[in-house]
């Protein structure tokens, strides 16, 4: 199976939609199945076909999720993509994680989302890319700022981690202030009066 792929300095961004995971689970054997998604173990497999089972995309709603890959080692290092992505409406949560440790506060996710965010706008035709971040995840919080994106309000008990369910503060970052017009970048250069 090829698998689409986008290439950073570092990374290998491996692509997964529905159509990817439909082509996994019914044609390929567990093994190549575990390699493919980066799983850690046969339990993790249960509960990606579980997922699987229970459906993954519905009408209206769908994924485009990118597994990370060190390029010299070829080892998984984490995920980064659109999930809850409302195809009709162009907007879609983004969602990343680091699996392995030892890649964390090494700019892994700032190199992921300068490959993905313009992949979201430009492939996905996203017009809004949307993010709910725990208001003490300061790695995540320094991200969205790094990226531009807008810090729109907060979502109470909103997230259940742990058991537990947690704040998110919402984000977003449009098209139009990710790649501005012109005329834009002409009035941000006036001078203020």
């Known amino acids: 199976m090829l698998f689409e792929e986008?290439?950073?300095?570092?990374?290998l961004l491996r692509k997964f939609t529905p159509a990817t995971y439909k082509h996994l689970f019914e044609n390929e054997t567990d093994e190549f199945i575990i390699q493919s998604?980066?799983?850690?173990d046969y339990s993790m497999l249960l509960q990606e076909k579980e997922k699987y089972m229970l459906g993954l995309s519905t009408f209206n709603k769908s994924f485009v999720i990118f597994k990370l890959f060190d390029k010299q080692s070829h080892l998984p290092i984490g995920n980064c993509g659109f999930?809850?992505?409302?195809?009709?409406?162009?907007?879609?949560e983004i969602g990343y994680d680091i699996m392995d440790n030892s890649w964390k506060g090494k700019g892994v996710m700032t190199e992921a989302l300068q490959a993905i965010i313009p992949y979201g706008f430009d492939q996905l035709q996203l017009n809004r890319?949307?993010?709910?971040?725990?208001?003490?995840?300061?790695p995540s919080l320094k991200l969205m700022h790094k990226f531009g994106f807008q810090q729109e309000?907060?979502?109470r008990a909103h997230y259940c981690k742990n058991g537990i369910l947690e704040d998110s503060l919402v984000f977003s970052l449009l098209k139009n202030e990710y790649y501005p017009t012109n005329d834009e970048i002409n009035r941000s250069l006036l001078p203020l009066i």
Request: glycine share 6%.
């Open 129 to 138: 890319i949307e993010a709910f971040i725990g208001p003490n995840n300061t």
């Open 6 to 11: 986008l290439h950073t300095q570092r990374l």
């Open 83 to 92: 999930h809850t992505w409302y195809v009709t409406h162009a907007r879609a």
């Open 37 to 40: 998604l980066a799983l850690k």
């Open 153 to 155: 309000g907060l979502l």
